[in-house]
Structure formats: structure tokens, C-alpha cells
């Protein structure tokens, strides 16, 4: 009954039209093209840019919207769920409804208007979190999470569809920066450091571990300072944040109680050919290996649910906590495989996990469209 009025609040003739550019093809885009293309931002650059993104956007958000409407075991019909169809399709009327770009005024009011799309989606994942959440409360217990696989596998398809769509609205957002940080074509920086986004990330997951635990194991990083490559630092951030905040949970619990001192997170930044490999190593005692498969599905978490002890979580941003979603690898997975690369874990029962975060230098990779 909600789906029926929440659809009654858009036209026939707008779900007709979703309906049409859902089949369109989409154009997916290179690391190496959007570094390139990006270098020069000049006013004829950013005008393609736009008239590129007026046409590959809606198309992208049409896709998703039409998805959201069909999803299995009644998830369509969630509260949370269809909040974020409605976002999707206020988003695809917005696009559809703005004429063509001509000239640099037009692609500037367009650049203003794909910014606020970009802020009206802001809370995408913690809110599909809750619409999958409202479905395994109301679930019977007996389902094998694994056995839900067309929603692992939309999820998937969702949030990498989300991670691209942002990364070109903020591409192009930030080609307009007067002043740019040095070495950086919108949001890639063309001589990143790996060893020191790592510092970084771990030093902001370090201090939520204090936070929460009131101790935190130590962090030794092994690479060399200097050696940089172009990427994106906000995705490598995201995903070494949560490899190491995953590490550090594990060990603070395992050594809680413990005479001994909290060995360290050990994190090795190695450069090779083809790709940059950052290894995270702990002793937290390892995943055992009936779990192993669980830990890249979205329906599996070890830590309590922030979505229990939060219950007004709906519409507020991500709560910052150590663990709980279950969304944070494979999440961080889909990141690494956007432009590439690639997530490994690796368990020792009994002693502890080592991730691999491979990351592609060459740059060449091509989107994955769902």
C-alpha cells in the first residue's frame, strides 16, 4: 500500500520516462581519461563535462531508480527503501527537467544543481542500511543470509552505480575549484602518497578505538614516505580506515582482559608494476573459516547493529562507530574495484587476518557499469 502512494506522488508521464532512459546505454570512464580530460579545465572542457554528465546521469539514476521498485522479499516496500527511491527520483526529474547546456552560464547553473544532488544523497547507504535492517528484523531467523543473494547482489550493483555517480559529480564539481590543491585534477591527486593517506586514515580510526575502548593498540606502518602514485585519497582513506578499524577492534577485544600488551597492527605499503598492494596484518584472532564467506555480504555483522542502539538513526548521517553495519568491506571492496583494484582477506583462526587492498596504477581500468 505505501509503494502504491508513495508512486502516486510522481507523474506517470516522469515514471514512463525512467522507464525509457533505464535502457539506455551507460558510458563508463577511465581513471587515466578523467585525469587527463581534467588537467585542463578550461571553459570548453567544463562545458563538455557538463553536457557529458546531463546525459550519462540521468540514465545512471534511472537504472537504480527502476531496481528500487523490484526488489525481492517485499525490500521495495520498506520504509527506508522507498525514501531512497524518492531521492533517486527527485533526482532524475531535477536532471530531465534542466535544458541543454549551451554555453557556461548553463553548465554553471548545472554544476550548482548536480552539487545539491550530490548533498540529497548524502545518506544513501546508512538509510538502504536501515530499509535491509527493516527486513531482517520482520525475516524469519531460519533464512540464511548467504541464500539472499539477488540482494547481495543489487546491493553491490547499487553501491557501485552510487560510488560512480559521485565520483563524476564530484569530479567535475571540483574542476571548478579556483584554487586547487597542488598536484590534484579535481578529486584524484596525481602524486598521492599511500604511507601517508595510511597514516592518516589510521591515526582517525586510532582515535575512535580510544574513544570507545579507552586504549588502542599501536599502529607501525612499513613503506617508503615518498613514493607516490595518482589515485583517489578519499577512496583510499575510506578503505584503509576501515581495514585498520576493523583490526583494531578485533585486537582490543582479544587483549581486553589480557596480561599481555595489545600487539601491534602491522600495515605494509608495497609498490609493484601493475599494482599498489597495502597489506593490513593483525592479531586479533582471526575469522573463522565458516565465517569467511560472510564478511563481504551486507546482511552480516559480528558487531551489535548501531541501527539498535540508535533506533532514530533514519535520517541522520552515518554514526561514527567502530563497527556494525556489516557494509564497511564490502564496501571498501567495491571502492578498490571501481578503478581496478581489488580486496583480499586472508584469516588465521587462532591468530589473527591479514587484508590485501590492491589498487591498479595503471589507471586504465574502465568504470564497472553495473
Same mark, same amino acid.
Request: charged content about 25%; glycine content about 8%; proline content about 7%.
Given at each position: 500500500?505505501?509503494?502504491?502512494?508513495?508512486?502516486?506522488?510522481?507523474?506517470?508521464?516522469?515514471?514512463?520516462?525512467?522507464?525509457?532512459?533505464?535502457?539506455?546505454?551507460?558510458?563508463?570512464?577511465?581513471?587515466?581519461?578523467?585525469?587527463?580530460?581534467?588537467?585542463?579545465?578550461?571553459?570548453?572542457?567544463?562545458?563538455?563535462?557538463?553536457?557529458?554528465?546531463?546525459?550519462?546521469?540521468?540514465?545512471?539514476?534511472?537504472?537504480?531508480?527502476?531496481?528500487? %521498485?523490484?526488489?525481492? *522479499? @517485499?525490500?521495495?516496500?520498506?520504509?527506508?527503501?522507498?525514501?531512497?527511491?524518492?531521492?533517486? #527520483?527527485?533526482? /532524475?526529474?531535477?536532471?530531465?527537467?534542466?535544458?541543454?547546456?549551451?554555453?557556461?552560464?548553463?553548465?554553471?547553473?548545472?554544476?550548482?544543481?548536480?552539487?545539491?544532488?550530490?548533498?540529497?544523497?548524502?545518506?544513501?547507504?546508512?538509510?538502504?542500511?536501515?530499509?535491509?535492517?527493516?527486513?531482517?528484523?520482520?525475516?524469519?531467523?531460519?533464512?540464511?543470509?548467504?541464500?539472499?543473494?539477488?540482494?547481495?547482489?543489487?546491493?553491490?550493483?547499487?553501491?557501485?552505480?552510487?560510488?560512480?555517480?559521485?565520483?563524476?559529480?564530484?569530479?567535475?564539481?571540483?574542476?571548478?575549484?579556483?584554487?586547487?590543491?597542488?598536484?590534484?585534477?579535481?578529486?584524484?591527486?596525481?602524486?598521492?602518497?599511500?604511507?601517508?593517506?595510511?597514516?592518516?586514515?589510521?591515526?582517525?580510526?586510532?582515535?575512535?578505538?580510544?574513544?570507545?575502548?579507552?586504549?588502542?593498540? %599501536?599502529?607501525?606502518? *612499513? @613503506?617508503?614516505?615518498?613514493?607516490?602514485?595518482?589515485?583517489?585519497?578519499?577512496?583510499?582513506? #575510506?578503505?584503509? /580506515?576501515?581495514?585498520?578499524?576493523?583490526?583494531?577492534?578485533?585486537?582490543?577485544?582479544?587483549?581486553?582482559?589480557?596480561?599481555?600488551?595489545?600487539?601491534?597492527?602491522?600495515?605494509?605499503?608495497?609498490?609493484?608494476?601493475?599494482?599498489?598492494?597495502?597489506?593490513?596484518?593483525?592479531?586479533?584472532?582471526?575469522?573463522?573459516?565458516?565465517?569467511?564467506?560472510?564478511?563481504?555480504?551486507?546482511?552480516?555483522?559480528?558487531?551489535?547493529?548501531?541501527?539498535?542502539?540508535?533506533?532514530?538513526?533514519?535520517?541522520?548521517?552515518?554514526?561514527?562507530?567502530?563497527?556494525?553495519?556489516?557494509?564497511?568491506?564490502?564496501?571498501?571492496?567495491?571502492?578498490?574495484?571501481?578503478?581496478?583494484?581489488?580486496?583480499?582477506?586472508?584469516?588465521?583462526?587462532?591468530?589473527?587476518?591479514?587484508?590485501?587492498?590492491?589498487?591498479?596504477?595503471?589507471?586504465?581500468?574502465? %568504470?564497472?557499469?553495473?
Amino acid at each position: 500500500m505505501t509503494a502504491r502512494k508513495v508512486t502516486e506522488s510522481f507523474s506517470k508521464s516522469l515514471i514512463e520516462e525512467v522507464h525509457k532512459w533505464g535502457c539506455m546505454k551507460q558510458t563508463g570512464v577511465g581513471l587515466r581519461y578523467m585525469m587527463e580530460f581534467g588537467s585542463k579545465p578550461t571553459e570548453r572542457n567544463l562545458l563538455i563535462s557538463g553536457q557529458f554528465l546531463h546525459k550519462e546521469l540521468p540514465i545512471r539514476i534511472a537504472r537504480r531508480a527502476i531496481e528500487l %521498485e523490484s526488489l525481492p *522479499y @517485499g525490500l521495495s516496500e520498506k520504509p527506508a527503501v522507498l525514501k531512497v527511491r524518492d531521492w533517486y #527520483l527527485d533526482s /532524475f526529474r531535477d536532471l530531465r527537467a534542466f535544458p541543454d547546456i549551451k554555453d557556461t552560464n548553463d553548465e554553471k547553473e548545472f554544476t550548482k544543481m548536480i552539487k545539491a544532488i550530490k548533498v540529497r544523497h548524502n545518506n544513501v547507504v546508512p538509510m538502504m542500511a536501515l530499509g535491509v535492517q527493516q527486513l531482517k528484523k520482520g525475516m524469519d531467523p531460519k533464512i540464511v543470509y548467504e541464500d539472499l543473494d539477488e540482494i547481495h547482489q543489487f546491493l553491490d550493483r547499487f553501491y557501485m552505480s552510487r560510488i560512480g555517480i559521485r565520483m563524476l559529480i564530484g569530479q567535475h564539481v571540483e574542476l571548478h575549484n579556483p584554487n586547487p590543491p597542488p598536484h590534484c585534477v579535481g578529486y584524484i591527486h596525481t602524486k598521492m602518497s599511500p604511507v601517508e593517506v595510511a597514516q592518516n586514515a589510521s591515526e582517525d580510526a586510532r582515535s575512535i578505538c580510544l574513544r570507545e575502548y579507552g586504549s588502542a593498540p %599501536e599502529i607501525n606502518i *612499513y @613503506g617508503y614516505p615518498k613514493f607516490t602514485f595518482p589515485y583517489v585519497p578519499t577512496h583510499l582513506h #575510506l578503505m584503509v /580506515f576501515e581495514l585498520v578499524k576493523n583490526s583494531l577492534r578485533a585486537v582490543q577485544e582479544r587483549f581486553m582482559d589480557s596480561d599481555r600488551v595489545a600487539p601491534p597492527i602491522r600495515i605494509i605499503v608495497a609498490d609493484g608494476i601493475e599494482d599498489v598492494t597495502i597489506k593490513v596484518c593483525d592479531e586479533g584472532g582471526g575469522i573463522p573459516r565458516s565465517g569467511l564467506p560472510k564478511i563481504f555480504t551486507y546482511l552480516y555483522s559480528t558487531a551489535k547493529n548501531p541501527l539498535d542502539e540508535y533506533p532514530d538513526l533514519g535520517t541522520a548521517d552515518t554514526v561514527m562507530t567502530m563497527a556494525g553495519y556489516g557494509y564497511g568491506l564490502p564496501i571498501s571492496r567495491l571502492y578498490a574495484r571501481y578503478f581496478g583494484g581489488d580486496l583480499q582477506i586472508i584469516s588465521m583462526e587462532g591468530y589473527g587476518t591479514d587484508a590485501y587492498l590492491h589498487l591498479s596504477r595503471l589507471g586504465d581500468s574502465q %568504470e564497472p557499469l553495473p
